[in-house]
């Protein structure tokens, strides 16, 4: 590839690039190639999260996924997901005995699922509507709860961003 030097000029503002990029392997023009900007700008990601010691995996958006590796995309038991897939909750199809989730699926569902966790975060962790409330014991145990909440999703994120599970879809 060639060095990033030689591509400045089609990079353009906050590193989002304007034009086409031309990477060749080695000084060999046969193996030249020619990326569009958007191309440009996900391997640039991907390097980055590489370059940060996260594992990346690039899969289509229209492929099925098993369920030991939809339970890992949602850090949740192979068990629980199967749980998930009877109640209907996440949808599924059967390959003879197997079970296949299409990613577009899990993907969304997860997306739906990370907004309701935070929304209930945020319902947790609200600011009473009183400037000044008075320090009760159950406003007390409420602020301590609400501490609790945030340390334990402050470290639930650390540790996902600590064991690589970046994912690149």
Known sequence: MKPMSRCKPCVGPRGTARGTVRLERDGSPEAAVVLPAQ???LLMRLLAHLANGASVTIVPI???????QAADV???SRPYLIKLLVEGTLTHRKVGTHRRVMLRDL?????RDDADRRAILAE???????????????NRGRQSLRAMVSRAYRRGRERQRRDGDTCVW
């Open 74 to 76: 949602l850090n949740v």
């Open 124 to 138: 947790l962790t609200g600011v009473d509507a009183a400037p000044n409330p008075p320090q009760s014991a159950d």
């Open 39 to 41: 191309a440009f700008d």
């Open 107 to 111: 993907l969304e569902f997860k997306r």
């Open 62 to 68: 229209h492929a099925e996924v098993t369920t030991q």
